[in-house]
Every structure is written in C-alpha cells, then in structure tokens.
C-alpha cells in the first residue's frame, strides 16, 4: 500500500489517498493526529505534502510514531 496523507486535490490513483476535509476526493477522511487506522508494517511508502504543519504540537511525536507503525521497516 501507498499512503497519500492529506491528499487535498492531489488524488493519486493507486494509492490509499487520506484527508480530514470532506470537500475532497479522498479514499479515507480521517484526523491523522488521533492515529492512523493501518496495520502494522502496512504501506510500502507515504506522502505528506504541507501535512506536518496542520498536526497540533502536543500530538507531533505521536503522529511520526504512527506512520514509522505503519510503514514497512
């Protein structure tokens, strides 16, 4: 699996595109910063583009501690 994290307009076929806003085409809307909703060691790679800014600061490290969970090590 390829993860789009707060795809935005920027939908990518083949990849798994996620969004918290609901006026996007997105395959799953989702709040990044209460965790992501993957398997262990499921997604080959991951794209956050203007995405780290949006995560509250009391959440960051829990946010980089769940995609390095999900990521294939």
Request: proline share 4%.
């Amino acid at each position: 699996m390829k993860l789009n994290l707060g795809c935005g307009r920027d939908y990518r076929e083949g990849w798994l595109n996620a969004d918290v806003n609901p006026e996007v085409k997105a395959d799953v809307y989702l709040d990044m910063a209460e965790g992501l909703p993957f398997c262990d060691n499921s997604a080959a790679c991951a794209v956050l583009d203007n995405v780290l800014e949006h995560v509250p600061r009391d959440r960051y490290f829990h946010f980089i501690e769940e995609l390095y969970r999900v990521c294939v090590a």
